[in-house]
């Protein structure tokens, strides 16, 4: 076994994943009604190709991608689409955004399926299909895989493509028993992204505290060159940067990207969904969901994207009492979720019902005593407390002098806090500001140009009829004197256009 | 001491042709000061500071002619943004200009437009589109908020509606957190 590279800090966490590892995935069952937002990756939102009153197919394409870094969306199951509107979709702010909202027709029939022999395929082709199976990250990002799988305009050679099946968040187990049931499945498609990326070694990383998975994975890798890396379980080593770190050794530069050092990761069940797409012709509908905490039966459902979060909780038996809070994502990265009734999407990995017993209790926050605690667990080697002084000033640009935006909002600094300061909670404020004062800024800049342009424009203009009255000016008086024949003569129509104007 | 002279006399007559050539070859255009704070100016061009847009009052500021808190679009942010750039100490909003309000985008009400171009030609921006006797509409992404177009507008069919809140905008509120004195 190969040495491991520690990254800063991290936090231990108490486990919560036998709550709902011990069951197998069940399959989601089919609701009346499916909800698909057309954002549910980071880059432009998918364009509508379906109006109300439309038929849809399982599989069938409703959102075209919008440019380079974009995802199509698929329609989950058949159906007639009932509306193209605003929705509430699962997002820290409640909000709504742009879905498409399809009655099921009970049949669930699917479009022609159709397998593709990838070593046929032309690189280009290949990614293109990826790309139209709307595979995004499923670990929580969602960035469009397509673009990952793209290392054009890179001179070196990929060194290490990195699968990340270390789930480092203490409740979500939806990778863990993906790995355990569907490791052939998930190896067959990071073969599809080795053949596409050509690294030198193929590494797949798995916190220790998945004895089953590690094992299942290592099965599957029998006869490749691939190798299965357990990792200590340390929160939050299933950060990309932090995990690059922990398997290589190498470290991601400020601003940059894994594959900057020669590394491209992807998430165990983002591999799973490619090797669908490929192997069996199916675009991404349905993905695997931790459902935890205060229900009944906590488990794994794999659900179709779109079904509302209360079905969820219904099919799990239902919330047990005191349920306080629904979280998406885990608590340590996870947002609170305004009402069960949002759709889930391709990032939603977990759905944790959380109670005063999952919840940390609201304590009064406390001035900093500048202990330091904070630094000692940042994993990506900041220093908290500083950050938090400008972020609280709102002096933006000190932070981000800080390297604010390296932080990965993992929260360990919130843990361990001793005066209970929600730090992240700064953190995301300052970032969210800089972001929004940026914006203002190219806003201003165009209206500037635009003003400018205008202003110029105008000049020009009156320049123009300055001139034209200038030139009228001279032929009159040449005119009148001399009453020659050859120049009075266009000197009328010269006189009418002027008068005109004037 | 001739010698000495004659000496300094020539250095002192090179450093000025030099010192001559570097001030014709090294000029520098326009006052670099007007540029920076022309820059954080919101570029509303709107007008309310009672000059006849952001530049202007950037030019009388750098001047010494005008005061800081004239611009209302800028709001108490541009305002301390000012008062860093310039080293002054902030003050607050001058009522006489105007308020503080959140952003806003002209809209056109197409069915009671008589497309008379007056709002064209008075949008600084030329945020609006249309021909005489067609009708107007306001390019939104472009439209400043400056509400200029308000006042020329023969039958009032033009109005201020503030952007609706959306995903893409939504920010994170500042922490509303209480914090203890320790005990």
Avoid at chain 2, 34 to 46: G, N
Wanted: proline share 8%.
């Amino acid at each position: 076994m190969s040495a491991l590279f520690p990254f800063h800090g991290g936090l231990k966490t108490v486990r919560h994943k036998t709550e709902s590892n011990q069951t197998p995935i069940q399959a989601g069952i089919l609701p009346p009604r499916l909800t698909v937002p057309l954002r549910q990756h980071i880059g432009a939102i998918a364009k509508p190709l379906v109006q109300p009153g439309d038929r849809v197919l399982k599989g069938q394409m409703i959102g075209q991608p919008d440019g380079y870094i974009s995802a199509a969306i698929h329609a989950p199951t058949s159906g007639v689409v009932s509306a193209v509107d605003q929705q509430p979709v699962p997002h820290p702010s409640g909000l709504s955004d742009l879905c498409v909202t399809i009655e099921s027709d009970g049949e669930d029939r699917w479009i022609d399926r159709e397998p593709v022999d990838y070593h046929r395929l032309h690189p280009s082709e290949l990614r293109q299909t990826i790309r139209n199976a709307g595979v995004v990250g499923l670990g929580g990002a969602g960035f469009p895989s397509a673009v990952k799988l793209n290392l054009a305009g890179r001179s070196e050679p990929l060194a290490t493509l990195m699968l990340n099946g270390a789930e480092c968040e203490p409740w979500i187990t939806c990778d863990d028993r993906l790995m355990r049931e569907r490791a052939a499945e998930i190896v067959a498609g990071l073969q599809i992204m080795a053949h596409l990326l050509g690294p030198a070694e193929v590494l797949i990383g798995i916190e220790d505290d998945k004895p089953e998975a590690i094992a299942a994975m290592t099965a599957a890798c029998a006869g490749t060159s691939y190798e299965v890396r357990p990792v200590p379980t340390r929160y939050p080593s299933g950060s990309v940067k932090q995990l690059v770190k922990l398997l290589t050794g190498r470290e991601t530069p400020v601003d940059g990207l894994p594959v900057d050092v020669g590394v491209q990761c992807f998430n165990v069940a983002t591999a799973y969904t490619v090797y669908r797409a490929i192997h069996c012709g199916e675009p991404v509908i349905s993905r695997v969901v931790t459902v935890t905490g205060q229900v009944h039966r906590p488990g794994n459902l794999e659900v179709l994207i779109g079904t509302p979060f209360a079905e969820l909780i219904k099919q799990c038996g239902g919330y047990r009492d005191g349920v306080e809070r629904l979280i998406m994502g885990g608590p340590m990265m996870g947002f609170a979720l305004h009402s069960d009734e949002a759709p889930v999407t391709k990032a939603a990995n977990c759905l944790l019902a959380a109670g005063p017993a999952e919840l940390a209790a609201e304590l009064p926050v406390l001035p900093c005593i500048r202990c330091g605690a904070c630094m000692d667990v940042c994993p990506a080697n900041l220093l908290p407390q500083q950050l938090y002084w400008h972020a609280r000033a709102k002096e933006f640009d000190q932070a981000r002098d800080c390297h604010l935006f390296s932080c990965i909002e993992c929260g360990c600094c919130s843990h361990v806090c001793p005066s209970h300061i929600p730090l992240v909670q700064y953190y995301r404020y300052a970032k969210n500001e800089i972001w929004a004062q940026e914006k203002e800024k190219q806003r201003a800049e165009q209206a500037r140009q635009r003003h400018q342009a205008r202003m110029e424009r105008l000049e020009r203009e009156k320049q123009e009829r300055e001139a034209k009255l200038r030139q009228k000016a001279p032929v009159r008086t040449e005119v009148a004197p001399h009453l020659d024949p050859l120049i009075s003569a266009p000197s009328p129509t010269k006189g009418e256009g002027s008068g005109q104007a004037g | 001491m001739i010698v000495a002279v004659i000496a300094l006399g020539l250095l002192a007559g090179a450093s000025g042709l030099l010192l001559g050539f570097a001030a014709i070859r090294f000029k520098v255009e326009g006052d670099p000061m007007v540029e920076q704070i022309d820059a954080v100016l919101p570029q509303t061009q709107c007008g309310q500071c009672g000059y006849a847009g952001c530049r202007p009052y950037a030019e009388a500021i750098a001047a010494g002619e005008a005061d800081i808190n004239r611009c209302p679009p800028g709001g108490q942010n541009g305002i301390a943004a000012l008062a860093e750039l310039l080293g002054r100490d902030p003050k607050p909003l001058d009522p006489e200009s105007g308020i503080e309000k959140p952003k806003m985008a002209a809209v056109i009400d197409e069915q009671s437009c008589i497309g008379c171009t007056l709002c064209i030609q008075a949008c600084p921006v030329d945020a609006i589109v249309g021909a005489a006797k067609h009708m107007h509409t306001v390019i939104a992404r472009e439209c400043t908020g400056c509400e200029l177009c308000l006042a020329p507008c023969p039958v009032d069919c033009i109005h201020m509606i503030p952007f609706a809140p959306s995903i893409t905008t939504w920010k994170w509120t500042y922490p509303a957190v209480e914090v203890k004195a320790a005990a």
